[in-house]
DNA sequence: ATCCGTTATGTATATCTTTGCATAACGAAA
DNA sequence: TTTCGTTATGCAAAGATATACATAACGGAT
């Protein structure tokens, strides 16, 4: 190590949440409910998502209707009834929305990370 | 209005919260203690600031005193007693923070923004 | 026609966060 | 040495969020 040691070593992580809200400020997406969009795709079923995601039933659930009504479209075809109970499958737009999300994440990922370097640099000097 | 109106206008707006945290993830430093950091340097005083943040006392109090343990360094010099009561006033490594948070902000802005722009293009093709 | 497991939703419970007192300690200035 | 307004801190109360539980509705497959 160095001649000062690590006596002014910055310690501390940079972190950031997202979400897209209307106009008039309710939350509509969090990464929480994108988490949930792709476990739906891959699964299959609300329910099931939500095993894997950790959250309960009737939160998810109510953050996808909250979300659904503020955009004023539909994430899910929802279907109840058969032997398997139900399914609900991710529509067009939640498809497009996904993609669009993730490469809205990625591009700010690489924006957090570099000015977490430049933050770090500053408070080092 | 064109063809086709505003049917698929994407009306919602994006939101972003930064904050920093220790590596065992407590919170640390917020957007809320940067406004009070900012106000405690305009004012000379915690309670001050309190009164034009909104926040209460002693959520105020609380945070800084929280920011300060897990950073592992004071922030503001504090002082008590006195005609006035007492003061608060920023350190040195305050004021560095203060200017490396700016500056970092303002990067982020621009950054979501951009990303703002591009998400809205994809969700409205 | 019956069954099954999922969607759908209200309500009560618990958990987490913030606020609101209350009250002590402090110490420079008058 | 008394005074004053701030820092400092515990604890109860209030508010906000999330979970748990209960129960209905549904309808394709058997």
């Known amino acids: 190590?160095?001649?000062?040691?690590?006596?002014?070593?910055?310690?501390?992580?940079?972190?950031?949440?997202?979400?897209?809200?209307?106009?008039?400020?309710e939350g509509i997406i969090s990464g929480e409910v994108y988490t949930l969009l792709l476990e739906i795709k891959d699964k299959g079923s609300l329910k099931a998502a939500t095993e894997t995601t950790g959250l309960s039933y009737r939160k998810a659930w109510g953050d996808l209707k909250n979300a659904e009504s503020l955009l004023g479209y539909e994430?899910?075809?929802?279907?109840?009834?058969?032997?398997?109970?139900?399914?609900?499958?991710?529509?067009?737009q939640a498809h497009k929305l996904l993609e669009a999300y993730a490469a809205l994440e990625e591009k700010l990922d690489d924006a957090v990370e570099e000015a977490y370097r430049e933050l770090k640099k500053k408070m080092e000097s």
């Open 1 to 25: 190590m160095g001649k000062r040691g690590k006596s002014n070593r910055f310690n501390v992580l940079l972190n950031y949440k997202l979400w897209l809200s209307s106009m008039s400020g």
């Open 75 to 92: 994430l899910t075809h929802k279907t109840r009834g058969g032997k398997d109970g139900g399914r609900s499958v991710l529509t067009s």
